[in-house]
């Protein structure tokens, strides 16, 4: 598949904001992601400037003149539909899907109970409340067993439970970044991921892309500080689950309402070969690690320009809101 974009006036983006940095666990991420984003952007002769919302006020992009945003912030107070709000009050559009979208993209909990409302294939889990209740999960879903942070991203605070003695630990390693703790059956498989660009009828999935990890462990390590992890794009799965994945994929991402741009992880049961959503990503990375790029990059997209053509499809949730004085 090869990329067929349509032609994009630079001068009309007007002067942009990248987004980067911010007050969440992954901020070491969104800055690296940040500032690819903006060197990409200036060499296509974006007027591009970075923008710390950690260290500025939001209405400072108001009164900076900034006509767009893109945004390269990941997890909360960026991701989760906080950042997105603010923009809409300034009427300045912003990269990616709007403020419900994200905020229910966020919380891994909503998200799976709407797809799975959906008919949407998710893999069982349980919100728990304590490290007794996680023994309970444990219990019931079976080992092993995922202990993660509801409102989270990049794997910070996920636990892998083996046994019933990991319990604890790995609940108060997930409190600690969330109040909001869920434990997940763990789904054996191939582990992939697939990006969606684009709006309503004209959202299409990029290819999807295999991930083999050292000893199976996608850690925050793994993804973005060493080359130990292999991506494989063509991902070399069984005729016609790609497909099947890149379908599946855009039903979850219109089921949210998500717009521009989102990259969705799955996981496909070794046995069944079925399946399953684990979460969307609303501002995927952008780093030298990152899946949207590669993905891109399979259908002759270069980095510059999938940059590009996402800060072009920036919007607000109403446009008629866009009233700047």
Known sequence: MTAHLNPIDVQALGKVAVLMGGRSAEREVSLMSGAGVLAALRSRGVDAHAFDPAERAMDELRRDGFDRCFIALHGRFGEDGTVQGALELLGIPYTGPGVMASAVAMDKLMTKRIWLAEGLPTPAWRQVHSAEETRAAFSALGSPMIVKPVRE??????????????????????????????????????????????????????????????????????????????????????????????????????????????????????????????????????????????????????????????LASADLDNAAGDRRP
């Not at 790995?170 to 109040?179: F, I, K, R, V």
């Not at 969606?196 to 996608?218: E, F, H, K, M, S």
């Not at 790609?242 to 309402?257: G, H, M, N, P, Y």
């Open 153 to 310: 991203g990049s794997t910070i605070g996920l636990t892998k439970v083996l046994s019933l003695e990991q319990c604890d630990a790995a609940y108060a390693l997930a409190a600690g970044q969330d109040p909001m703790v869920m434990c997940e059956q763990f789904i054996a498989g191939d582990e992939v991921t697939c990006p969606v660009l684009g709006t309503g009828d004209q959202a299409r999935a990029l290819p999807v892309i295999r991930i083999v990890a050292p000893d199976g462990n996608y850690d925050y390590q793994n993804k973005y500080f060493t080359d130990d992890t292999q991506y494989l794009v063509p991902c070399g799965l069984p005729e016609g689950e790609e497909t099947v994945i890149q379908d599946l994929v855009l039903k979850a991402f219109r089921t949210l309402d998500c717009r521009g741009w989102a990259r969705a992880d799955v996981m496909i049961d070794a046995r069944t070969r079925r399946p399953w959503l684990l979460e969307i990503n609303t501002s995927p990375g952008m780093t030298g690690h990152s899946l949207v790029p590669m993905a891109a990059r399979a259908t002759g997209l270069a980095y510059e320009d999938l940059c590009l053509n996402v």
